[in-house]
């Protein structure tokens, strides 16, 4: 009989040598599939919008990459920036600066209490809707205030929270007494008027200067309020051609700033002029809702326009030199700021007779910097809104305060030291705080030119983690002049969020503040920006300009290095992989021109650890800290990192899973050679020689052999990958052995198989566990054999199970590396399956050698009379025994390849390993049954 009809007959051999082939074509198969699933999670969510992004200096080349690139800092000129552009790679070259911090106070809110008349020919006749002169349209009067004038208190409160802590801006009282108005018809010289009074002893109610009085219109009482707190915004300069080739659809909102007129068309004065010829000559009511044209662009904000340069003119802001800045501003805000005034009615002594209740506004979506969409108006309680009954009068908005204060205080981005870097590659950092800054100041003069009274509020400290930059020469007062708004989410969607690289001033990234003052883990509050904006949240910028806008607002000469960074594109296509040699020529080529360029394809966004000390302080000047706060900030190299990192532990986990089973392959064999013993001194006695012998065996664990190095071949051609080579060549190698050591096993030995007669030491059998214990005693070798192999068994389990745990900290903390994590999770789970699956039958199969002996001798005591329950205890106990001297190997050989391939799971995978050998128990008990 040859040794190929001997492997077969073997159908312990054959059944392992199978068992191993399946294993290897099953890892390789799952392995492939996660390698391919890994490989194109990665490229998918690697590229973003551009690939390069440029800077002037060297600065902090690290890791990680601040979301904030527009500081106002410059560096880059024009030439450059054109030099850029003519490079042949060049697919998209979008330059971005931060023009200026703009202050400016909000407009003055008002009270509005219904006291609506009724209709009168009169008023109504000198609106410019035709439906407003009809009486059929008009309802009956109706009122919330008292017939008799009545005396009420007013308190008007401002609170601003940054997420954390609120804080009182102002609680400003009035006193006052107002009433149901009424129509007056009085005879005039040419004929009849009609006027608004008030009720008899009407004091109105009067707030501080700037604030106004009370006066009544045709719809109601107007109270106007204090002055709202000053609220500084962020303004950014881009080209707006090419940041809409850099955003595509979502960077629509900037066409009307292509239509921008040039730098000698943008004289303040002169548009000031024009706008105010538009309103004397006459102006239709369709032109009202959508704006006169101007150069192309329909101004729909031209009233707030033509208000605040009539102030700015009024009270000499505006010179000759005054340029206007065309704008394409925010719409709504996540500054935090809230209105209310609590209303009282009071006796003569002051005492509350009646809480009418409190009216509450917030900033939010209706917020436009720079302009007013609608009066900010607070409504009395139980009021209605009537002035629609004139028509559209939301273009009459009475613009802001005064025109806003243009500088760069304040204007750099914060600045932070860095810290430890956790184990997923997760740094730490530290903000590092600046001067204190007083807000909430009052302006000087109102808008009459009247003195105002400082008293009415508290300025409060604000931290700065920001710099001043310098300034240049001082320039004349700009006019901002919007043309349109921009939605920061919409951008922020453009951008992705994996791989959302920062874009400037369109979508800076919120803080959320994980760990209070003591270390105490809170529940994610969203910082909010500071009304400075001097501190570390920040929002999208208040108004996108163009660099003829920056020019105007800063100053520079033609060719003056005002640009902070460069988004560049490159006209390579396909994915990151694909187009990352030809990335890195451009980047290359741009390094030439003396500029940093960072290649950010294959980045990521990752959550940063930010310490925030010295963020607030008491009356008695004792400062504390915040705590810590989350940002993202961008992974620079993210791509690269996670797919080499997880393509380590797909091999790692692969070879983990082969190299197990050809172990527990090597310990059957070894075990099985105790069956040939008997054949092998039937050969010895017919002469062959131990060398003889020897080959004889060998060359039937040669078939084996063959058959594992064919399955190696053609899975690696299939593949056609070295790791898949490296491994099936590991298999064999391991199998050989194993089967070197099993032929040694077959050297000839005197062995005495004789028992004494009289000896003391001699146990009784009278109970299953001592049979057991006789029985594994008198078969030490097959006893070892089975041990090792159920250590080992236990060892592949801790290891396959480290590698699994360790997965999320092996991809790093990016967004990249999640969804890259999540992409292999289920391969991995399958191949950490099918390797503690092909181990456990393995070990199954080992205990199959002796199956039939044990069949024999469990059918002797059972014609002793020993029941089912004592055989049955016999099997648990020999199985229960070998566990236990396996238990050692498997949890300590699981907590070295735990500590070997996966530190921070190393007892992890020693408890896998104790589980595994326990489990095991169980299991055999019922095969050997």
Excluded at 55 to 68: I, K, R, T, V, Y
Aim: hydrophobic letters at 45%; aromatic letters at 6%.
């Amino acid at each position: 009989m040859n040794a190929v009809q001997r492997f077969i007959r073997s159908r312990v051999l054959l059944l392992t040598a199978s068992i191993l082939i399946v294993a290897m074509g099953l890892s390789v198969l799952v392995q492939t599939q996660s390698q391919a699933a890994l490989n194109r999670t990665v490229d998918q969510n690697s590229r973003g919008l551009y690939d390069i992004l440029v800077h002037a200096s060297p600065g902090d080349n690290g890791a990680l990459m601040q979301p904030d690139i527009a500081t106002g800092q410059g560096g880059i000129g024009f030439d450059q920036l054109d030099a850029i552009r003519k490079l042949s790679g060049t697919s998209v070259a979008a330059p971005i600066s931060l023009v200026s911090r703009v202050t400016q106070n909000l407009e003055s809110p008002r009270l509005e209490a219904t006291d609506y008349l009724g209709y009168s020919a009169g008023l109504a006749g000198t609106a410019g809707d035709p439906t407003a002169t009809d009486p059929g349209k008009w309802p009956a009067a109706e009122s919330v205030l008292n017939d008799a004038a009545t005396k009420y208190r007013l308190t008007a409160t401002a609170v601003s929270s940054d997420g954390h802590s609120e804080q009182t801006l102002f609680k400003t009282t009035a006193e006052g007494s107002v009433g149901k108005a009424k129509l007056v018809e009085e005879e005039v010289a040419g004929g009849k008027n009609v006027r608004i009074q008030g009720p008899a002893g009407e004091t109105g109610i009067k707030f501080p200067a700037p604030a106004g009085g009370s006066e009544h219109t045709l719809f109601n009482l107007a109270v106007s309020l204090p002055m709202a707190p000053q609220v500084t915004e962020s303004v950014v300069a881009v080209d707006p051609v090419s940041e809409r080739a850099l955003l595509g659809s979502a960077g629509d909102f900037l066409a009307p700033l292509e239509k921008a007129p040039p730098a000698d068309a943008r004289n303040a004065g002169a548009i000031g002029r024009h706008f105010e010829s538009l309103f004397t000559s006459g102006i239709s009511m369709d032109e009202l809702k959508e704006g006169p044209d101007f150069l192309g662009v329909k101004l729909k904000y031209w009233a707030p326009l033509m208000t605040q340069y009539q102030q700015a003119k009024r009270s000499g802001q505006l010179t000759d030199k005054s340029q206007a800045i065309p704008l394409i501003v925010r719409s709504g805000t996540s500054l935090d700021l809230t209105y209310s005034v609590k209303i009282e009615e009071i006796d003569a002594d002051g005492n509350v007779t009646k809480d009418v209740g409190t009216a509450t506004r917030s900033l939010g979506k209706d917020y436009l910097p720079f302009v007013s969409k609608s009066p900010f108006a607070l409504a009395w309680p139980g009021s209605t809104d009537l002035t629609q009954l004139l028509g559209d009068t939301g273009s009459f908005g009475q613009g802001l305060y005064s025109p806003a204060n243009w500088s760069t205080d304040f204007a750099a981005a914060p600045r932070y030291q860095d810290g430890e870097t956790a184990g997923n590659g997760a740094m730490d950092k530290t903000a590092t705080p600046g001067e204190w800054v007083t807000v909430n100041r009052l302006p000087e003069k109102s808008a009459s030119g009247e003195p105002v009274d400082q008293t009415q509020r508290e300025p409060v400290d604000e931290r700065a983690y920001r710099e001043d930059l310098e300034t240049g020469k001082q320039l004349a007062s700009p006019l901002a002049m919007v043309y349109g708004t921009f939605d920061p989410e919409q951008v922020k969607e453009a951008a992705g969020d994996v791989n959302r690289l920062p874009l400037g001033g369109y979508d800076p990234t919120p803080f959320t503040l994980t760990r209070d003052a003591d270390g105490k883990a809170v529940e994610n509050t969203e910082l909010k920006p500071s009304l400075s904006a001097t501190g570390l949240a920040s929002q999208s910028a208040g108004a996108i300009t163009d660099y003829y806008g920056l020019a105007a607002a800063r100053g520079f000469e033609a060719n003056a290095k005002v640009i902070d960074a460069v988004r560049v594109r490159a006209k390579a296509a396909g994915s990151w992989k694909q187009a990352q040699p030809e990335v890195e020529k451009l980047a290359d080529e741009i390094r030439g021109m003396g500029l940093q360029a960072t290649v950010v394809a294959g980045s990521a966004r990752e959550d940063a650890n930010i310490a925030v000390p010295g963020y607030s302080k008491d009356d008695a000047g004792k400062e504390s800290p915040l705590g810590v706060v989350e940002q993202s900030w961008v992974r620079q190299n993210a791509a690269d990192a996670v797919s080499s990192s997880l393509t380590a532990t797909n091999l790692t986990l692969l070879f983990l899973t082969l190299c197990g089973a050809a172990l527990l392959t090597g310990a059957s064999t070894v075990s099985f050679i105790r069956k040939r013993r008997s054949e092998a001194g039937i050969l010895r006695a017919m002469g062959w020689t131990q060398k003889k012998i020897r080959n004889w065996v060998l060359s039937e664990f040669g078939v084996g052999a063959v058959l594992l190095a064919a399955a190696g071949i053609i899975l690696t051609l299939l593949s056609w990958s070295l790791p898949t080579a490296i491994v099936s060549a590991s298999v064999l190698a391991l199998y050989t052995g194993a089967a070197l050591v099993a032929a040694q096993q077959l050297r000839h030995r005197d062995v005495v198989d004789q028992e004494p007669q009289h000896d003391e030491r001699l146990i009784a059998v009278d109970s299953p566990l001592t049979f057991a214990n006789r029985q594994l005693s008198t078969n030490k070798f097959n006893t070892i054999s089975l041990a090792v192999a159920v250590g080992v068994f236990g060892s592949a389990v801790g290891g396959l199970a480290a590698l699994l745990i360790d997965i999320p900290r092996a991809a790093g903390a990016s967004a990249l590396s999640g969804l890259a994590a999540a992409s292999i999770a289920t391969p991995s789970i399958v191949l950490g399956v099918a390797g503690v699956a092909v181990g456990l039958i393995l070990t199954l199969v080992t205990g199959r050698f002796e199956l039939q002996s044990k069949r024999q001798y469990l059918g002797t005591l059972a014609a002793m009379g020993w029941n089912p329950d004592m055989l049955g205890q016999v099997r648990f106990f020999e199985t229960a025994m070998v566990g236990t001297v396996a238990l050692p190997l498997g949890v300590l050989g699981a907590l070295g390849i735990g500590l070997l391939v996966a530190p921070y799971a190393a007892l992890w995978a020693a408890l896998a390993g104790l589980v595994a050998v326990i489990c095991w128990i169980p299991i055999a008990t019922k095969v050997v049954q």
